[in-house]
C-alpha cells in the first residue's frame, strides 16, 4: 500500500486583490502550486505576472486575500522565518563580516554564535568563500556576495539578475552543487527560459491581468546537466514551448486600451 508524501511547500488556492484609488486590482488569481521536498521549481512569466507577490506571500510578509500557504503539512499563512527568501539584490547587512552574514539565520533560531560559527565556517570553504570569512560585504564582488547569500536561503526570486552572463553562469552551477549537497527545496524566479530549463526539475508559467499559472511543464532531463544539454533536441522542444506559452501569455494592449 503506498503512503501519502505531503508536500513541502504547498500554495493552496492563493488569491491577492489590492485596493488602490482607481479600485480594486487583482494580482492573483487562485495559485495552486505542490513541491515535493528537495525539487527545483521555476516560475517563469512577464513582468507583472504575479511572480514576486506569490513569493511575498510564501515568506510571510504579504497577507492573501485567499487561500493558505502550508509548509510542511502545517498552515504557515502568514508566518515569517519559515523559509530563507532572496532577492536580485543580496541584502547582506555591511556591518557584518561575510561569516556573521551567513549564520544570521542560526542566531535567529537561538543557536549559539560559536556553534554557528563552527557549522558555517566549513560551507564558506567548501563554496568558494575561503579567505574571505571575516571581511565585510564591500570587499567582495558581486558573485561572492550572491554565494554568501544563497548559503542561508530556500526562495530565489532572480538572485543572478544583476550579474554579467560569465558570473551568471558560473553562479548557476555553484547553485546546482549547493543544491545538490543540501537537498533544499527550491522555488526560483527567473526571466532567462534557458536558466529555468537548465536548473529545473519543473516550470510553471504564469501569464498576466490577473496573474496565474497557465501551464506547468515537468523538465526531465538527466542529472547532473551540463551546459551541452542546451543544445540536445529535447532541451530545446523545451526552450520552444516556454517560448510560445509566454507569447500567448501577454495581454492584448491595444484590446485593453480600447475597452478602456
Given at each position: 500500500m503506498s503512503v501519502s508524501v505531503a508536500p513541502k511547500l504547498k500554495v493552496d488556492h492563493v488569491s491577492m486583490t489590492f485596493c488602490t484609488r482607481a479600485g480594486d486590482f487583482a494580482a492573483l488569481v487562485p495559485v495552486t502550486l505542490s513541491i515535493p521536498q528537495g525539487r527545483f521549481v521555476s516560475l517563469i512569466g512577464p513582468s507583472g505576472c504575479g511572480k514576486s507577490t506569490i513569493f511575498n506571500i510564501i515568506a510571510g510578509l504579504l497577507e492573501p486575500t485567499g487561500g493558505r500557504v502550508l509548509i510542511d503539512d502545517i498552515d504557515a499563512t502568514g508566518t515569517i522565518g519559515r523559509v530563507g527568501y532572496m532577492l536580485q539584490k543580496d541584502l547582506l547587512l555591511p556591518w557584518r563580516t561575510v561569516l556573521d552574514n551567513v549564520i544570521l539565520g542560526m542566531e535567529i533560531q537561538a543557536v549559539p554564535l560559536r556553534s554557528a560559527r563552527e557549522r558555517a565556517l566549513p560551507l564558506l570553504r567548501r563554496y568558494g568563500l575561503s579567505g574571505f570569512e571575516y571581511l565585510y560585504?564591500?570587499?567582495?564582488?558581486?558573485?561572492?556576495r550572491q554565494r554568501a547569500a544563497l548559503l542561508r536561503t530556500i526562495l530565489l526570486d532572480e538572485p543572478f539578475g544583476a550579474l554579467d552572463a560569465q558570473t551568471k553562469l558560473q553562479m548557476q552551477e555553484w547553485?546546482?552543487?549547493?543544491?545538490?549537497d543540501f537537498g533544499k527545496t527550491v522555488l526560483f524566479v527567473t526571466h532567462d527560459v534557458e536558466e529555468a530549463?537548465?536548473?529545473s526539475d519543473e516550470l510553471h508559467v504564469m501569464g498576466t491581468r490577473p496573474g496565474r499559472i497557465i501551464a506547468s511543464i515537468p523538465v526531465n532531463l538527466p542529472r547532473p546537466r551540463v551546459r551541452t544539454s542546451a543544445l540536445t533536441p529535447e532541451f530545446l522542444v523545451l526552450k520552444e514551448r516556454c517560448l510560445e506559452l509566454l507569447d500567448v501569455s501577454q495581454p492584448n494592449l491595444d484590446t485593453v486600451g480600447e475597452a478602456a
Open positions: 560585504p564591500s570587499a567582495l564582488s558581486g558573485g561572492m547553485l546546482m552543487a549547493l543544491w545538490s530549463i537548465y536548473l
